[in-house]
């Protein structure tokens, strides 16, 4: 499931309200939207799985949830993203990581403390 930009607008408003939020509730949200545009956009989402929604009485307004978690997603498009540069290698995802300048000895450490207890839960 790949979000856009534009979908991930209403995903992140979605996810920080932590509870179901109607059309309207969501333009207060993103003044600089349509109502047609996030209604296009909520269709993009539940079309996609990352949303589900209901229609509310015989108007036009529907109340949304999300499907899917921020933090699943995340998951989701970092493994994407091994699978797609890195070849599904870990190592070599971690590899450039370390490569890259801008590591900090603190990030380093973080890293290497991570993979530790990572490794010390799967014994």
Partial sequence: MQITKAEMEIMQVIWESERRMTT?????????KKTTTIITLAGRLIDKGALQSVKLGRSHAHEYWA???EEDYRKMQTQSFVRSIHNGSAKSLISALFQ??????????ELRSFINNEADDHD
Avoid at 100 to 109: F, S, V, W
């Fill in 24 to 32: 309207k509730e969501i333009m207060e949200l993103l003044p600089d």
């Fill in 67 to 69: 499907v899917i978690s």
């Fill in 100 to 109: 890259d300048e801008n590591l900090t000895k603190k990030d380093i450490e």
